[in-house]
């Protein structure tokens, strides 16, 4: 298949992983339901034709609500992204005060195109705000960034998302509590909230309470769903798969994620894929690589 990719960019997307998700989903005639979007990669490739997606963070919601709206336009995109990078490039030094200028000035004014420049010349393709709600991620040291190929592909990047959405996607930015106690038995949840025991960017941190309240409330749903987890890594065991493994269907795939700082702490990890109905196991070629429990 082939992968519809956000222009907002951020680690841990789930990109590699969006086959072997869209092929555990089971059929459902109701809202495709996600209360941990993201940079939406998963919902942008669902083909649902009803939608509800949330954020805790306010920014990733407002540049999708906009898109949606048609606010901005992809045309919009690629006309601030050229005088932006331009100015980038022009200015003095390694183009770090001028990335500075532009965090400043989303800091004061939450641009939803500004948020855009801000997560594809970040560091490391990192999206972190600070306890007082300010991005804080360092430059990316790449001057040139915003190249006429780099412009144009963001910008086709948003066209794509944007012929993905209909007049029945919605977009909140809610806490994950008040999107999943509205879901009933005709609607599909997708999760794929911050991965606990692991260290998180997370808008707003994430807590044991928060972790408490998603199993409880997914394991009290009426709909189908989905969440994405890690089962474990060459030196640790996710202590909260067990209560999953306990009360639902799990099934396991290897991914390596592109994510931290340092090269040497970027390790395969085993992701999980939990599910609260019966997968069909007469079509485990299709989960690309998910292993099925005995």
Partial sequence: MKIIIPPIKSQGIKTKLVPSIMSAVPSFSGRWIEPFLGTGVVAFNSEAQKALLSDINPHIISFYQKLHAREITPQHIREYLYCEGEKLKEAAGDGSIYYKTVRNRFNTTYNVLDFLFLSRTGFNG????????????????????????????????????????????????????????????????????????????????????????????????????????WHHNDFRYNDNIKKYEENFHVITQEHFYHAGAKEKNRKPIVEALVMNYTPVYTEKKELQGYLFPD
């Fill in 126 to 229: 990192m999206i972190r705000f600070n306890k007082n709600g300010q991005w804080n991620i360092p430059f990316c040291k790449k001057q040139q960034r915003f190249s006429k190929s780099y412009i144009t592909k963001i910008v086709h990047q948003a066209e794509n998302c944007l012929s993905r959405m209909t007049d029945d996607w919605v977009f909140k930015n809610k806490d994950f509590r008040e999107i999943l106690v509205g879901a009933n038995n005709s609607d599909f949840i997708y999760c794929d909230p911050p991965y606990a025991g692991r260290y998180t960017d997370y808008y707003s941190g994430w807590s044991e309470e928060d972790e408490h309240d998603l199993f409880e409330l997914l394991k009290a749903t009426k709909a189908k769903f989905i969440l994405s987890s």
